[in-house]
């Protein structure tokens, strides 16, 4: 299948989009069309377990890949996971359930596309005809940037760079970052916010002089961010597998809508399940789940996105984000698919921090998505009482999806006009991850040691402490540099000489 631009008429294969990471001129690529997944297709995808579920969509997107070795590199890296199934739905309550995605090497959903992506990079090199080797620069709120750490750390021909903003992430995520080992990895600092992490990020990706100096030194510049198509598409499987559990465990018959709150930030996650409804997975609604950074609600209420608002550190900071990457793919399908008009829009965001859709595109997007957010003290409360009344305990991100879900489920029963849909809630990351906000929200407690955190929440829930966090505690800290966003660049220069 081929790959077009957002903003341009700029063509690409599957393997040429991913080695790339985004296409000229700052556009991104998406999909021409979205291959639909037969009624047929669905129950043979029935028996299928998750790897092969992967492989099987993924198939459908970049037909240029060799099944056999897709699918052998996706069970190697799902085999990493904790237990034997890397997306557990979870029933906590009549249609109501929670999609667990944080079984994998670094506890947040990042790994479930993650684990694709090297292969997908390695193979797309050789199907593209790519020489040289790879740097993948990562600006992450915190979450991928472990991911990719984790998934590229000691394979040969690529070089890793992450930027986090240097406030902005939790202490266990920092702790993470800065302990990975493996040689052909850096991790740095940036003062600012994620928004200023990422605006750095897309400035090397966007300049041409970068991209000289990046060859020179026999490298072409990549992204694992979900900017990059090859890190999108591997998220719309778990969608399909959610349902297909729902399906062979008799919660529903096959055919019925099924609605999906997600924790949203970057827009990537909750994009790959309107991906996943247009390949024809009867998806109900797409519940877009904010914190108090809140400009998605503003936007699906209003039409009108706009990013020039004060910036809030919350206790989720992996959706601590003013400008949301993704949304120019949604805005690319709602104008019609047209390059020049979106080009225009991100013109004006990146001018002005503002843009705005048509009436008849904000009724599209009302259709499918319904936007709501959380103050901090819901989210703590929710989690609280959800502890409280199913014994389940929740991390931030996921505590805001279930309380914008609990709100949109409450407003459903009062409403006798709309049907009631199973909800599945997207749940992205251990509560472990994010130990002193989730002790704080199951007990009031504030502690200032993240282990001691650890500690207390497994006495309280007797849940079970992955490995990934037990075992950084005691590992040396090797990243310790922070620099400005302008002097990113000579970060990677340093790193790329070294
Ligand atoms: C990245 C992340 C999110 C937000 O996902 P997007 O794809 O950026 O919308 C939510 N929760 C957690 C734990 C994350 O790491």
Redesign the pocket.
């Known amino acids: 299948m081929k790959f077009i631009s957002t903003r341009s008429n700029e063509q690409a294969t599957g393997a040429e989009a991913i080695v790339r990471g985004m296409a000229a001129g700052g556009g991104l690529f998406v999909p021409v069309q979205f291959p639909p997944v037969t009624a047929e297709e669905m129950d043979t995808m029935l028996a299928m377990d998750y790897p092969e579920r992967v492989a099987f969509i993924l198939g459908k997107y970049f037909d240029e890949y060799e099944k056999e070795g897709l699918l052998a590199a996706l069970r190697a890296a799902y085999a990493r996971f904790d237990g034997d199934d890397p997306a557990p739905l979870v029933r906590t309550d009549e249609g109501l359930y929670l999609l667990e995605l944080f079984h994998g090497p670094t506890c ?3 790994d479930m596309a993650l684990a694709a992506l090297p292969y997908l990079l390695e193979q797309g090199k050789k199907l593209a005809g790519v020489g040289e080797k790879l740097l993948v620069l990562t600006a992450t ?4 940037g472990k991911a990719a750490l984790e998934a590229f750390a000691g394979v040969s021909g690529v070089k890793v760079m992450v930027l986090y903003p240097e406030e902005g992430v939790s202490k266990m995520q920092k702790l993470q970052m800065c302990t990975q080992e493996g040689e052909n990895v850096n991790v740095v600092a940036v003062r600012g916010n994620f928004d200023d992490c990422q605006s750095a990020a897309k400035k090397i990706f966007r300049s041409e002089k970068c991209r000289e100096e990046i060859a020179k030194r026999g490298y072409l510049l990549t992204s694992a961010n ?1 900017v990059n198509i090859g890190r999108l598409l591997p998220q719309i499987a778990y969608y399909f597998s959610a349902y297909l559990d729902l399906v062979s465990s008799s919660q529903i018959r096959m055919g019925q809508s099924v609605d999906f709150a997600v ?8 994009l790959a399940g309107y991906y996943a409804k247009r390949m024809g997975l009867p998806v109900g609604k797409l519940l877009c789940a904010s914190n108090k950074n809140n400009v998605l609600t503003g936007f699906f209420q209003t039409g009108n996105y706009d990013a020039k608002r004060p910036f809030f550190r919350t206790m989720s900071p ?2 601590d984000i003013l400008v949301s990457s993704n949304l120019e793919r949604l805005i690319f399908e709602t104008s019609g698919r047209d390059a020049a008009l979106t080009a225009e829009r991100m013109k004006s965001l990146a001018a002005t921090g503002r843009y705005s859709v048509r009436a008849e595109e904000l009724n599209m997007l009302k259709e499918t998505f319904a936007a709501d957010y959380t103050s901090e003290d819901d989210t703590v409360e929710c989690i609280y009482e959800f502890f409280e009344e199913y014994g389940y305990p929740m ?1 931030t ?1 996921t505590g805001v999806a279930m309380s914008v879900a609990q709100r949109y489920l409450g407003k459903i029963k009062d409403d006798t006009m709309s049907e009631r849909h199973p909800m599945v809630v997207l749940s ?2 251990s509560p472990y991850k994010f130990p002193q906000d989730v002790l704080y929200a199951l007990t009031g407690n504030d502690v200032k040691d993240s282990y001691k955190g650890v500690k207390r929440i497994h006495l309280l829930t007797a849940m079970k402490v992955p490995e990934p966090i037990k075992s950084v505690r005691y590992k040396p800290i090797r990243f310790k540099t922070a620099v400005s966003a302008e002097k990113a660049f000579d970060e990677i220069v340093k790193f790329l000489d070294a």
């Open positions: 947040a959903f990042k709120s915190g979450d991928t979900s924790p949203t930030g970057n827009f990537g996650n909750i992996s959706m991390d991100h992205t990351a």
